[in-house]
């Protein structure tokens, strides 16, 4: 029997592909545009936005014989065995290939935002964690670990990393972004999409673009953000995570710029992201994004023209369910009111990464190979050092921290005893186990108030709740005001619940409209401290919280953000100094609650000034965290200080721990750009080294600046790289320069564009013997 082109995988894969849809009918090539959701709830509480409205109904044994393009969370939808679920995903493809005239599978996609979202699986801290810990090879392990325990159950795709610079926090979202800086984003969400991507799993740029920017914070709203912000703020990362991650799919936004939804928005979708850029992926539409181009946006009057409008905007895949790409995109298609090319279009992409992938190879199999472990020892300690790399220690201005062995310690708070504090929104048990209360965490995870006892066996540790996270009863205070009362030190562990759609403080469709501690939190910590008692305050939140009202007051400030499962041991080893803090804040912390947007990335006139009464300088600023060691920053040099706008400048220091303990020093350099053609923020990360220094070490540290890392874009819209003065400083945080370079750039304005560097190389070397 001969064997079609199309299966010969000695043949490129355009050729097999341009074989196999020259075969395929209407309906076929239709039905790889689309995924099918088994199972997803229709009634109660959604785990996506207005998932009972959109979800549409279907034949599951009809709609098979046509093909499929995408099984959606076979693993995230409720729980199950992971083993288990490997089998059952493993017949479900094995039916699909039966049932077409083909034999192709589908896609298996799933959550991965902070580890593989299924029942039993780790998980790790989440993505402003990641942030933290300025890490990327860290990060890129990571997402090598949760790509390979996703390939091992059968799943090809990754709905992961978010991408989105925070622009307002307040926004729920906030702790599945990576920080309020879009190098730091980009550094580290690339990073972590090597990992997935080498593990063989497609990984998933998201939102793309602007989702972040959405006005007053709220979920979905209309993004404000103009031409310069967007190009220089919001896309970068992207960008990144293309050129230097390699990532073969993006999701576009929910939301609208300037009136154009980005599901409909071509000059996104294609004219930049496929024709300037050069993706050759697939675009995928978040859940539901296309059936809102007609219920919620009102630029479409039926499914059939949404359906037009995506495909016509680059949008290759309707997730996670059919609506508007199955029968009504047919009808349109025969109808003549949609190009049967455009089908053709996204047909061809979503085929060539399925050929990619190896599911249109004869010797496809869909079973798992070995034992499924989805939480091996391995994750976890993988999981526990990005969870000790990531705690920030603000404050500890009498070096009340580390506790004393043998202290009497108050352990008081909403968020002490409970292990969801851990963890984020789109972890299993915060994303799904909440609909599911009689099924078992599937994870062993210790809180702050065990480990702390674990970590400090002959303290007397007590526990009062004090308070819920965000209900107004206070009928705890007192309880919790006697057990400080007896105490040494009283550790108040305070923050966030995360949740979905309102049900949380912290998430999706979680906003707020200010920076307040959740609930009578704030009125907790006004007690202990009142009693006085000194009081080290813990926070394990999904953004950073206003702490001004307690500035000066307070023995130590430990910031945790969502750490994951080994979190509590993450942070009670901060607290007992069995772990030297190195995290770094990837988001500002306000000095006040109000004044809200507002991050370090801003013009002369987004800072504090005689205009106004309202000062918007940050409490800690953007890369600031404190160490239990010192360092110094010594011999620093810079080469020559003329170079052309297409040249390069190098600045070395060499940092030395002059304390007692080994310790982690994150070196930062920002840049500053004196006179622009455009204002420009004051000063704007453009790389950055972590440094592991035993006591009394050094090591010489070299950054490779190059003048494409000063480009902008312009009054014309065009990105340049200007002639002039700039300064560069070596500093512990954006607010914290310890060493400046003046350099200048000679020649002509220079345009770049696609083919720029995007990084600061950075070498080291040791300097003892």
């Known amino acids: 029997m001969t064997t079609a082109p199309w299966r010969d995988p000695a043949l490129p894969a355009d050729a097999r592909v341009d074989d196999l849809l020259s075969r395929m009918t209407l309906e076929e090539k239709t039905a790889q545009l689309y995924g099918v959701w088994v199972g997803a709830a229709t009634d109660g509480d959604g785990v996506a936005p207005l998932q009972r409205e959109m979800t549409a109904d279907y034949h599951w044994d009809e709609l098979i014989t046509l093909g499929l393009g995408q099984l959606t969370r076979s693993f995230g939808t409720a729980p199950v065995d992971p083993a288990l679920g490997a089998q059952a995903l493993a017949r479900a493809q094995r039916r699909i290939a039966a049932a077409g005239r083909f034999g192709i599978p589908a896609v298996a996609h799933e959550e991965c935002l902070a580890g593989f979202t299924a029942w039993g699986a780790t998980a790790y801290p989440v993505p402003l964690a990641w942030g933290a810990s300025f890490d990327p090879p860290l990060v890129e392990e990571m997402g090598r670990r949760i790509g390979g325990d996703l390939r091992s159950v059968g799943v090809h795709q990754g709905l992961a990393p978010v991408l989105d610079v925070v622009r307002d926090p307040r926004w729920g979202r906030v702790e599945e972004t990576i920080g309020e800086d879009p ?367 307690w500035h000066g007051r307070l023995g130590a400030v430990v910031q945790a953000f969502f750490p994951g499962e080994e979190g509590g041991p993450a942070v009670a080893g901060v607290l007992s100094g069995r772990v030297n803090p190195s995290g770094r804040l990837p988001v500002s912390v306000p000095r006040v609650p109000g004044g809200q947007p507002w991050t370090y990335l801003q013009p002369p006139l987004g800072l504090a000034g005689e205009l106004s009464n309202l000062d918007p300088t940050p409490l800690y600023a953007f890369g600031y965290g404190r160490s239990y060691t010192t360092f110094a920053w010594e011999d620093f040099t810079g080469s020559e200080p003329r170079i052309t706008t297409d040249g390069s400048y190098d600045l070395t220091l060499t940092v030395r721990n002059t304390g007692e303990r080994a310790g982690t020093e994150v070196v930062q350099l920002y840049l500053h750009d004196p006179v622009a053609s455009v204002t420009r923020p004051d000063v704007r990360l453009v790389g950055y080294e972590r440094l592991e220094l035993s006591p009394g070490r050094s090591r010489r540290v070299t950054f490779h600046f190059h003048a494409d890392l000063s480009a902008f874009t312009d009054r014309s819209g065009r990105r340049v790289v200007e002639p002039g003065d700039l300064e560069l400083r070596l500093a512990s945080s954006s607010a914290d320069p310890r060493h400046t370079a003046r350099l200048t750039l000679t020649g002509p304005a220079r345009a770049v564009g696609a083919d720029r560097r995007l990084r600061c190389e950075v070498s080291t070397s040791d300097v003892d013997g």
């Open 183 to 549: 190098y730091l984003v980009g550094t580290i969400g690339a990073a972590y999409v090597r990992g997935l991507e080498s593990a063989g799993v497609v990984a998933t740029l998201k939102h793309f673009a602007g989702y972040a920017s959405s006005a007053g914070a709220r979920n979905l709203a209309p993004v404000r953000a103009g031409t310069r912000e967007f190009a220089d703020v919001t896309l970068p990362p992207f960008e990144m995570a293309l050129r230097e991650g390699g990532a073969r799919s993006v999701m576009a936004a929910y939301t609208e710029r300037d009136g154009v939804p980005a599901s409909g928005d071509p000059a996104l979708l294609t004219e930049l992201l496929r024709e300037e850029w050069g993706f050759t992926g697939t675009v995928v539409a978040d859940y539901f994004g296309i059936g809102f181009l007609q219920s919620l946006h009102r630029v479409a009057a039926t499914e059939a023209d949404a359906a037009r409008l995506a495909l016509e905007a680059g949008i290759d895949v309707e997730l996670p369910t059919l609506k508007c790409y199955g029968k009504p995109l047919v009808a349109a298609v025969r109808e003549g009111r949609v190009a049967e090319e455009l089908v053709d279009r996204a047909a061809r992409r979503v085929l060539l990464q399925k050929c990619g992938l190896g599911l249109l190879d004869e010797d496809w199999r869909p079973e798992p190979a070995g034992r499924v472990d989805l939480d091996a020892t391995a994750n976890r300690v993988l999981a526990r050092r990005l969870a000790e790399e990531s705690v920030v220690l603000l404050d500890n201005p009498d070096g009340l921290l580390p506790l004393a062995a043998d202290s009497r310690v108050a352990v008081v708070g909403p968020r002490a005893a409970d292990p969801l504090a851990m963890l984020g929104c789109y972890s299993f048990p915060s994303h799904v186990l909440t609909q599911h209360p009689d099924v078992p965490l599937g994870l062993d995870i210790a809180t702050v108030l065990d480990a702390l006892r674990a970590e400090r066996p002959d303290a007397k540790v007590t526990f009062a709740e004090g308070c819920g996270v965000s209900d107004p009863d206070r009928a705890g205070f007192p309880e919790a005001v006697a057990r400080a009362s007896e105490a040494d030190v009283c550790v108040a562990v305070l923050g966030d619940r995360a949740g979905l759609f309102g049900r949380g403080t912290s998430g999706e469709g979680c906003d707020v409209t200010d920076l307040e501690l959740p609930g009578v939190q704030g009125e907790l910590l006004d007690a202990l401290v009142a009693t006085g008692v000194p009081v080290v305050l813990v926070l394990l939140t999904g953004r950073p919280y206003a702490l001004g009202r």
